[in-house]
């Protein structure tokens, strides 16, 4: 059954979306990927809520515009192409992005660095300890796209039995799936001369962060439930924070209504967590 | 160019197109329209030491890599995405060194394919400089543009040996209709030196015509007419994402390279000489009635996903 009563809490997926989708400009063209639902979502929400004029490429089926009504288990299921006002071929979406006309792509990574740098293809550097399922266009598009908004909701790196943790947010990467500010090699975005700007967001379920003028994550706004030091005790490097550090802004009672009706089977929960998604936050 | 009148042959006699080594790119993407009765007779055939190539799939690469037939991945993602999460038997193949690891990214793909089309020795891009991809790949050059300076990046020309494809639709000529996402099968088909394909339907040349033709047939070697040919993937509008098979084969998979052959090869491969015994072991025409059940509407739609 979907809740259709007017919400009073609102769960941390939730606020996650609404926070990816206020990193979404109006009238521009921007494409998610396979494998994110919180994004999928975002996109849908910012395009029913600030952004009626976004341009929205769906991942896997690069339908444009397309009105799913419901949010599939999977990427490349007609259920995501449903209404799409006209489609891209593959060639299409990629040379638009090369040519500067893709405004924001989101990406994430099993591996984040400081500087936005991203892995998403293996663990281990010099044996292979962990194959993960590997980046997509994730790689052309980190370099390409105007804007980039990274996101994960595994932030947390709770310690092992060892008092070890396996951060997400990580000092070096053991392989680069996809550019931020810095190369491994010290060279800023404009050394390199890439088409776009490179991230300006990082979305967690700890908190947000902006990238500051070199080009390095910095603090912005945290959750109500979460302090700074807990944010630092899980992040693998140190960080600068904003002057007029924030609290995450939550959710209106019609937008958690907006993103329950547009996934009944709260498919994007199965990127959060168990512990995660028990988190519930007050919304007015 | 492949000019027969009739390209129509058997299941068996389609993946003899496929040779021990080949370069092997396959059409769909992640659970839509994987060309999976294909690949379990290839599986059967034992046709192995495969270098795929392809942008973002799931069982259809995990399924070969389970069946021990893959030497290498240039593929650029290959996973359940957030349904059941990472590839186990690829996952497997690539940390136990079975499976050499060139992953690849989909612009780049697009630009090789484009290059071989093109009869090109190579595509240059602006982007991949600066990420690992560079000394994955040592294949991939790098020079400064004639006319802007900019440093480039020359992806090499990629002619898969074969494609593997299964479209909605054909004639007895090979000129393929498919409806929904082409994802990558036009590139793979007019970039690959032989092209095999599986559809759900053969028709009428001018039935074909009404619907129009997605790929030509001069680029079609043979195809096959093969019924639900891409379950447990997707092929819509014939049938959805059979997402319990896939909880099956998954549960399956995780549980080990020696459970997966003994459970699942066994069971819906090597123990299924043909498709239609396939189809008998998952269940007959129940399972497959119910992944139609999708155009009664968003409810039932949504009910085969809960």
């Known amino acids: 059954m979907i809740d259709r009563s007017t919400p009073s809490s609102c769960s941390l997926g939730e606020v996650m979306i609404y926070q990816i989708a206020r990193t979404i400009e109006d009238g521009i063209v921007a494409f998610h990927g396979f494998g994110s639902p919180l994004v999928q979502l975002a996109l849908h ?37 449903r209404g799409a006002e006209c489609h891209l071929d593959i060639e299409e979406l990629f040379d638009l992005a090369a040519s500067g006309r893709v405004g924001r792509m989101f990406l994430s990574g099993l591996q984040i660095d400081r500087w936005g740098n991203m892995n998403v ?47 997400r ?36 379920e700890l908190g947000i962060f902006d990238f500051d003028e070199a080009g390095h994550a910095r603090l912005a706004a945290v959750y109500p439930d979460v302090e700074v030091a807990e944010v630092r005790k899980n992040t693998g490097f140190e960080f600068p924070m904003r002057e007029d550090l ?33 988190r519930r936050f007050p919304v007015t | 160019m492949y000019s027969e009148a009739n390209k129509r042959c058997d299941l068996k006699t389609l993946l003899r197109y496929v040779r021990d080594g080949d370069c092997v790119a396959i059409g769909g993407g992640l659970s839509w329209r994987e060309p999976m009765a294909a690949l379990r007779e290839l599986i ?5 030491g495969l270098r795929l190539v392809g942008s973002a799939h799931g069982i259809d690469v995990d399924m070969l890599c389970g069946a021990g037939l893959v030497a290498s991945s240039a593929e650029s993602y290959v996973g359940f995405e957030q ?112 092209v095999i394909a599986t559809v759900e339907k053969i028709v009428p040349h001018e039935q074909l015509s009404e619907i129009g033709v997605t790929i030509p047939y001069f680029y079609v070697t043979a195809l096959t007419e093969v019924p ?45 000489p043909s498709h239609a015994e396939y189809l008998e072991a998952i269940g007959g025409a129940e399972p497959l009635q119910r992944l139609a059940t999708w155009e009664q509407g968003v409810d039932a739609w949504r009910d085969l996903y809960d």
């Open chain 1, 45 to 81: 929400l910012a395009k029913r809520t600030h952004a009626p004029r976004l341009v929205l490429v769906a991942g896997a089926t690069y339908g444009v515009n397309p009105t799913p009504p419901f949010l599939a288990p999977t990427t490349n299921d007609w259920v995501m192409d």
């Open chain 1, 121 to 167: 293809t293996r663990l281990g550097q010099e044996r292979l300890k962990l194959k993960l399922p590997g980046g997509g266009g994730g790689c052309n598009l980190s370099c390409d796209a105007q804007h980039v908004t990274i996101w994960t909701a595994a932030h947390r790196a709770p310690p092992d039995p060892n008092g070890r943790r396996r951060f």
């Open chain 1, 169 to 204: 947010l990580v000092e070096g990467c053991d392989f680069v799936t996809s550019v931020g500010h810095r190369t491994t090699d010290g060279k800023t975005r404009s050394d390199m001369r890439y088409r776009g700007h490179g991230p300006d967001w990082l979305v967690t």
């Open chain 1, 246 to 278: 924030s609290s995450v802004v939550l959710p209106t009672p019609e937008m958690v209504a907006l993103i329950r009706a547009l996934d009944p089977l709260r498919v994007h929960e199965r990127e959060l967590r168990p512990e995660e998604r028990a």
């Open chain 2, 44 to 48: 059967r055939q034992g046709i192995g």
């Open chain 2, 83 to 194: 349904d059941f999460g990472m590839a186990p038997n690829y996952r497997r193949a690539c940390e136990s060194g079975t499976v050499e690891v060139y992953d690849s990214c989909c612009y780049t793909l697009v630009q090789q394919l484009r290059a071989a089309i093109a009869g090109l020795p190579f595509m240059p891009i602006r982007s991949v400089r600066g990420t690992s991809f560079m000394p994955l790949h040592p294949e991939f050059k790098t020079m400064f543009c004639p006319f802007t300076g900019e440093e480039l990046v020359l992806v090499p020309a990629l002619q898969p040996d074969v494609a593997i494809l299964h479209a909605q639709y054909s004639d007895a000529h090979g000129n393929l209709h498919i409806e929904g996402p082409p994802v990558a099968d036009i590139l793979f088909a007019r970039a690959s030196r032989t």
């Open chain 2, 228 to 272: 639900y040919g891409a379950h447990p993937t997707s092929c819509y509008p014939f049938y959805a994402y059979d997402r319990r098979h896939t909880a099956e084969y998954y549960r399956c998979a995780s549980e080990g390279a020696e459970v997966f052959r003994a459970r699942y090869l066994q069971s819906y491969v090597y123990g299924c």
